[in-house]
């Protein structure tokens, strides 16, 4: 099976992987010479791997509901896996204009909990994220806009890149079936 994706898809993949392997390996090593017995404790382990766990869960809900929306409303004809060249402005997209990177920007943090990795929670993962939302506000965001033009800069004021309100966050992050329902 041949995937057919744009380069700028493939290297923010490939970017994203470096930052969570790279992450994880400087923090782990980091964590065995200055936390020794933090990153030793068992109970720490599994606060954090609970945590961790939960964070994965939330962080793959909200991106596949983007995904799942982008699929069924932002694709018309033969287009490379991961692009759109329709402007998606319902269901989750009425909530947060970016909701799989809204969601992927925890996927840092799931990792380092899950990890246990004091470093990597405290000073890399933050930085992962803060980095991802730069991403999308420069490159996403620059790239929606000569996409889409003015129909893209009138949803953009509008929508939120974080959503305001409880049934938008039970969107974001609820099960599939209860997204379907509302």
Same mark, same amino acid.
């Given at each position: 099976? @041949?995937?057919?994706?744009?380069?700028?898809?493939?290297? *923010?993949?490939?970017?994203?992987?470096?930052m969570?392997?790279?992450?994880?390996y400087i923090s782990i090593?980091? $964590?065995l010479?200055?936390?020794? @017995?933090?990153f030793?404790?068992?109970?720490f382990?599994?606060?954090?791997? +609970? #945590?961790?766990?939960l964070?994965?869960?939330?962080?793959? /809900?909200?991106? #596949?509901?983007?995904?799942?929306?982008? #699929?069924?409303?932002?694709r018309?004809? $033969?287009?490379?896996?991961?692009?759109?060249?329709?402007?998606?402005?319902?269901?989750?997209? !009425?909530?947060? /204009?970016? &909701?799989?990177?809204?969601?992927?920007?925890?996927?840092p943090?799931?990792v380092a909990?899950?990890l246990?990795? &004091?470093?990597?929670?405290l000073?890399?993962?933050?930085?992962? !994220?803060?980095f991802?939302?730069?991403?999308?506000l420069?490159l996403?965001? *620059?790239?929606?806009?000569? @996409?889409?033009g $003015? $129909?893209?800069?009138?949803?953009?004021?509008?929508t939120? +890149?974080?959503?305001?309100? *409880?049934e938008?966050?039970?969107?974001?992050f609820? /099960? #599939?079936e209860?997204?379907?329902r /509302?």
């Amino acid at each position: 099976m @041949k995937i057919s994706t744009t380069p700028s898809v493939v290297i *923010r993949i490939l970017l994203w992987l470096v930052m969570l392997l790279g992450g994880a390996y400087i923090s782990i090593t980091n $964590d065995l010479h200055r936390f020794p @017995k933090l990153f030793g404790s068992i109970p720490f382990h599994l606060l954090t791997l +609970l #945590a961790g766990l939960l964070l994965l869960r939330l962080s793959f /809900r909200a991106a #596949a509901a983007g995904g799942r929306e982008l #699929a069924r409303s932002g694709r018309e004809g $033969d287009l490379p896996r991961l692009e759109t060249n329709r402007l998606v402005t319902g269901g989750i997209y !009425a909530c947060t /204009r970016h &909701p799989m990177l809204f969601g992927l920007m925890a996927l840092p943090m799931a990792v380092a909990l899950l990890l246990g990795s &004091p470093t990597f929670i405290l000073f890399v993962a933050p930085a992962e !994220a803060l980095f991802i939302l730069i991403m999308i506000l420069t490159l996403e965001e *620059r790239e929606a806009i000569a @996409k889409f033009g $003015d $129909d893209y800069r009138r949803y953009r004021s509008r929508t939120p +890149l974080i959503p305001r309100s *409880r049934e938008c966050w039970r969107k974001l992050f609820g /099960r #599939a079936e209860e997204r379907e329902r /509302r």
